[in-house]
């Protein structure tokens, strides 16, 4: 069994990215090319850093203050053996899971399921440029399901709402933006942190 | 990079030409390109512009000038290094002084002169180092209240894009502990 996951960023304290303060992981890798995708350096399955399972459960463990994590891509499904092994180790730790998956339910195999079944919260379906809606809470486009297959967040009330999140980092400098951002946040983002296109 | 005295030394190492400088531009060479860094009157980082289409052309720039980051936050360490070894260095210096005053009042004894001479070295050394902390304490408090104000007129400045953009603050958590300002916005369609 694979106990390594090729990880393309971590965010260590989000909001945006379901219910709570969470642990972000975006796994590196994805042959799924969804047209308008925004994360394709993403998509290599070359880049990244393998991380053991059990340095990322060390490192969620030491985090305080956080409700969940946070899994997505990249597509998290395509490294569904050490991804269910992340799942269900934040789980024995108490902390809950969304999961971001561009396969919907009746392409999973059983390793994908299980993935799936552990998971609080469920993002399924391909991104698709069509049905591209900023407006969604924690989607990109309408299609994309929102589903809590334990039934941890079965009664979880939310509204439609486009999020964006800003994370400075004191000691970098670094200015990191997440979420669904328009082009005019985009640009402006951009232009306030300088030596990029005018 | 928002320290113009870190900034100069990170110049110094990297592989650059510098053409002029002033307290707002620097012209530089590097990676076969002659750019102007800025200093944003907004936020006070330093950063360059290029103009779309010229993305081929300044890759060696910006590889440059990613360097010259790294290169930036290095020497930024390094002050905070030299403070650590220096205090502790004073804490050697003060227990051996420390020692020899107790050998002496043990003894009820005045110290023999290699003693006495051994005991103002050592105050001479303590004066010196004291002088030299103080003065990198100094260029390190600067270092970091640039930062600071850097990150106090970003997120300043990101608020108040974004409420111009029509979204809503739905979080805004500064956490001094962790070094990091988080702030969430929203905006609900109609």
Not at chain 1, 30 to 55: D, F, I, P, Q, Y
Not at chain 2, 116 to 134: G, H
């Amino acid at each position: 069994m694979t106990t390594s996951i090729r990880v393309h960023d971590i965010v260590p304290q989000s909001e945006i990215y379901g219910p709570g303060t969470r642990w972000v992981l975006w796994v590196q890798g994805c042959t799924m090319a969804c047209e308008g995708c925004w994360n394709t350096e993403t998509w290599s399955k070359r880049g990244g850093t393998l991380r053991t399972v059990e340095s990322l459960l060390r490192e969620i463990g030491d985090n305080g203050g956080i409700e969940g994590i946070t899994i997505l891509g990249g597509e998290p499904l395509q490294q569904a053996e050490p991804v269910l092994a992340l799942i269900e180790g934040a789980g024995k730790l108490g902390f809950t899971v969304m999961l971001y998956t561009g396969y919907e339910p009746h392409e999973f195999d059983g390793v994908m399921q299980a993935c799936y079944d552990a998971s609080d919260i469920a993002i399924t379906g391909r991104y698709v440029a069509e049905q591209r809606d900023l407006g969604l809470l924690w989607r990109g486009s309408a299609n994309q399901v929102i589903e809590s297959p334990t039934g941890r967040y079965a009664d979880l009330e939310f509204e439609e709402a486009q999020e964006v999140e800003f994370l400075i980092d004191h000691e970098t400098g670094q200015v990191t933006m997440l979420g669904y951002p328009d082009e005019q946040i985009l640009s402006d983002f951009k232009e306030l942190m300088g030596n990029l296109q005018q | 990079m928002t320290d113009i005295a870190c900034l100069n030394e990170a110049l110094e190492s990297s592989d650059c030409t510098v053409h002029n400088t002033s307290s707002n531009l620097i012209n530089v060479t590097a990676g076969g390109r002659q750019v102007t860094i800025n200093k944003s009157r907004t936020n006070g980082h330093w950063y360059y512009r290029f103009e779309q289409g010229q993305e081929y052309r300044m890759r060696d720039f910006e590889i440059w000038f990613r360097e010259l980051e790294g290169i930036y936050a290095n020497i930024v360490q390094e002050k905070k290094r030299r403070i650590e070894e220096e205090k502790q260095r004073q804490k050697k210096l003060a227990k051996e002084a420390e020692e020899l005053r107790h050998q002496a009042a043990r003894t009820q004894q005045k110290l023999d002169s290699k003693s006495q001479q051994k005991l103002s070295q050592l105050e001479t050394e303590m004066s010196q180092s004291m002088k030299v902390l103080a003065e990198s304490q100094r260029q390190l408090d600067s270092v970091e209240k640039s930062r600071m104000k850097y990150v106090k007129s970003t997120e300043v400045e990101i608020k108040e894009r974004a409420d111009e953009g029509g979204w809503k603050i739905a979080r805004d958590n500064h956490d001094p502990a962790r070094r990091v300002s988080r702030m969430q916005f929203r905006r609900v369609s109609n």
